[in-house]
């Protein structure tokens, strides 16, 4: 097994967990805008919001980073996007929209009397909100989430379509050179890693036992 080639897929896997970080980084803060912005009780913002949630998780996210990259440019003229960022703003967009759907399920579970109790107390909506729904939500919500987290490992191979360099697109180029080993090696770092993943969640899932019922 040629040594050079295993660098050429770890660095080329780097990619993949650079859009695999930066994508968690700014959607998870961005959904919860995104589930507040769609359960407001102003009419119009929350019509729009649902209507760009719809458009965004009725499409398919290949589609919606063709869109992004080569759109500014043939709609408007307007000088080519980074590829890199071009994948990032399509994938935080993306899963943005989708953990939004999974944050508001979380709230509206929630019963309706922890937050009169809350009021009670004399706290205020946002107090009520971060210190005592907020990790309930969290405990319930980490589920499906993570469901979606081990989605974005392997998501992060679309970057491939508008030339990233990340381990497929690498593993693609090695057939070139007449090796097909190395493409079907790339499986083996998307297995590691998320199995790395998916015992920090059973970690967070444990960690959180304590809210029962």
């Known amino acids: 097994?040629?040594?050079?080639?295993?660098?050429?897929?770890?660095?080329?896997?780097?990619?993949?967990?650079?859009?695999?970080?930066?994508?968690?980084?700014?959607?998870?803060?961005?959904?919860?805008?995104?589930?507040?912005?769609?359960?407001?009780?102003?009419?119009?913002?929350?019509?729009?919001?649902?209507?760009?949630?719809?458009?965004?998780?009725?499409?398919?996210?290949?589609?919606?980073?063709?869109?992004?990259?080569?759109?500014?440019?043939?709609?408007?003229?307007?000088?080519?996007?980074?590829?890199?960022w071009a994948v990032i703003v399509a994938f935080v967009i993306n899963y943005a929209c989708y953990f939004s759907v999974i944050y508001q399920g979380g709230i509206e579970s929630m019963p309706h009397g922890q937050f009169e109790a809350g009021q009670v107390l004399g706290m205020t909506k946002s107090q009520i909100f971060f210190k005592v729904i907020l990790l309930q939500v969290v405990k319930r919500i980490l589920p499906p989430m993570g469901n979606e987290v081990i989605t974005l490992v392997k998501d992060t191979s679309l970057a491939r379509l508008i030339a990233i360099y990340e381990i497929i697109y690498v593993g693609q180029n090695f057939i070139k050179k007449g090796l097909i080993w190395p493409l079907f090696f790339t499986g083996v770092f998307f297995l590691i890693f998320n199995g790395l993943v998916t015992m920090l969640l059973d970690y967070l899932e444990k960690k959180l036992n304590y809210f029962r019922g």
């Open 1 to 84: 097994m040629n040594t050079q080639v295993l660098i050429q897929l770890a660095l080329g896997f780097w990619m993949n967990i650079k859009i695999f970080l930066l994508t968690l980084v700014f959607s998870l803060p961005l959904g919860l805008l995104i589930c507040f912005a769609s359960m407001s009780k102003f009419s119009p913002l929350r019509t729009l919001m649902r209507g760009f949630i719809w458009v965004i998780r009725g499409t398919p996210l290949m589609l919606q980073l063709l869109v992004i990259f080569y759109g500014p440019g043939l709609l408007f003229d307007l000088p080519a996007m980074d590829r890199f």
